[in-house]
């Protein structure tokens, strides 16, 4: 579990492909602090088990399901990305519960300032959108986000300026694809009113 507050800014170091799947090593300081072997990591809000860790840098092995769900197989050396260890419960959650399982990517369709706050809108497929609500949250590229307004095949929301000076997004530009996980409880009380509304219609 991970709440959505990026650690750290990190960069990829080096791509390269094992039996066919996709290895990333990734340069970082703060998250590597007391990760070891077989710890998670979200990359772009993309839960990840660490298979190797140094000093400087840490590996992460990233299947094909992975790769078909997210932006992870765009990424190339020297990109940078959003970082955060999995949470500990003797602490503060200071954003929602993220699972890290990315449940699709959406793409940028604008960015448009406001004093000194980013307005953000994406596009995502209707697939998701139905679990979208305004000042509902959502993880985009692992940041904790509150919706603003959700449209007919969008949504948006608003960067302030500490957010925006720590996430990789104020960087990315219109037509840039980026991982969404909505809400949980979406999924879950939906999951729950089929199985009710069938138990009905079986009685």
């Known amino acids: 579990m991970f709440t959505g507050l ?8 080096r791509i390269w492909t094992v039996d066919g799947g996709m290895v990333l090593s990734v340069d970082a300081e703060q998250v590597l602090h007391d990760v070891k072997v077989s710890d998670s990591i979200a990359i772009n809000g993309a839960c990840l088990t ?23 197989g765009d990424l190339k050396q020297g990109d940078l990305v959003n ?3 999995s949470m500990q419960f003797n602490g503060r959650i200071g954003g929602h519960f993220v699972q890290g399982h990315v449940d699709g990517t959406g793409v940028i369709l604008e960015i448009n300032p406001e004093n000194e706050s980013l307005w953000v809108k994406v596009q995502a497929k ?17 940041i904790s986000l509150t919706v603003v307004n959700v449209f007919a095949n969008a949504f948006d929301f608003m960067l302030i300026s500490y957010t925006q000076q720590h996430v990789v997004l104020p960087s990315k530009h219109v037509g840039e694809l980026v991982n969404l996980e909505v809400d949980m409880l979406g999924k879950y009380v939906e999951r729950f009113v089929e199985g009710a509304t069938h138990a009905i219609q079986q009685n």
């Open 126 to 142: 209707e697939e998701l959108l139905r679990y979208i609500v305004p000042k509902g949250f959502i993880s985009v590229d692992g």
């Open 83 to 85: 970082l955060e260890r």
């Open 6 to 13: 990026v650690e750290e800014i990190g960069t990829v170091r």
């Open 50 to 72: 660490v298979t190797e860790v140094s000093t400087s840098s840490f590996v992460v092995g990233i299947s094909p399901e992975t790769q078909r769900r997210t932006n992870l």
